[in-house]
Nanobody, 116 residues
Framework: VQLVESGGGLVQPGGSLRLSCAAS????????MSWYRQAPGKERQLVAL????????KYPDPVNGRFTISRDNAKNTVYLQMNSLKPEDTAVYYC??????????WGKGTLVTVSS
């Protein structure tokens, strides 16, 4: 399993970014996918989840209404559209999936910095 994130960078408060995660080594369309983030000194936290077919998405309150997760099963790619970014969104963002036994897989992450 390989997950490769991209799209991070420096953005001003109120701005937008779209992250991408290219997946390989497994049957992408059969598995739910998630995005997590980890800020310095804090625990890794879930920010978005999408089911295998894309029909169900879930978000925690801090990002609900600002972040949108989507996927393209033909391209084996999951996206995270982030709007109205705040300084507290600054973190390393990770792509995640789990196999049938619950074993998690992680990408190396992409850094998002929200600062003026």
């Amino acid at each position: 399993v390989q997950l490769v994130e991209s799209g991070g960078g420096l953005v001003q408060p109120g701005g937008s970014l779209r992250l991408s995660c290219a997946a390989s080594g497994f049957t992408f369309s059969r598995y739910s996918m998630s995005w997590y983030r980890q800020a310095p000194g804090k625990e890794r936290q879930l920010v978005a989840l999408i089911t295998s077919g894309g029909g169900v998405t879930k978000y925690p309150d801090p990002v609900n209404g600002r972040f949108t997760i989507s996927r393209d099963n033909a391209k084996n790619t999951v996206y995270l559209q982030m709007n109205s970014l705040k300084p507290e969104d600054t973190a390393v963002y990770y792509c995640n999936t789990k196999n049938a036994w619950g074993t998690p897989y992680w990408g190396k992450g992409t850094l998002v910095t929200v600062s003026s």
